[in-house]
């Protein structure tokens, strides 16, 4: 199996920056794209940012210049630098991973998800 550890919320000022980590660990066969999700109070959950392992991003269109997706390979590590930070950002922000685990000399899919972590701008 997969599991993501999701590190590095909190709360920031309008106009701050903060930066998400999460790490994905276990099995691992190959990790075909993550990406970073957030839910706010009311909201339904939405697509913030996502990186495929070609290393093609893509972004909301409102963050779109203010988020950056990155990941180190080696690390299995997906990072989301967050700036100029709105208080419209407050959510829980949540990790999710997709791809292939082994088990055996088996391979399976694997859609998993962090356990989220609270971001909130606020003055």
């Known amino acids: 199996q997969v599991n993501l550890v999701e590190s590095g919320g909190g709360l920031a000022q309008p106009g701050g920056s903060l930066r998400l980590s999460c790490a994905a660990s276990?099995?691992?066969?190959?990790?075909?794209?993550m990406g970073w999700y957030r839910q706010a109070p009311g909201k339904e959950r939405e697509l913030v940012a996502s990186?495929?392992?070609?290393?093609?991003?893509n972004y909301a269109d409102s963050v779109k210049g203010r988020f950056t997706i990155s990941e180190d390979n080696v690390k299995n590590t997906v990072y989301l630098q967050m700036n100029s930070l709105k208080p419209e950002d407050t959510a829980v922000y949540y990790c999710?991973?997709?791809?292939?685990?082994?088990?055996?000399?088996?391979?399976?899919?694997?859609?998993?998800w962090g356990q989220g972590t609270q971001v909130t701008v606020s003055s």
């Open positions: 999710n991973a997709r791809g292939y685990y082994r088990s055996g000399f088996s391979r399976y899919k694997y859609d998993v």
């Open positions: 990186i495929s392992s070609a290393s093609s991003t």
């Open positions: 276990g099995n691992i066969f190959v990790i075909n794209d």
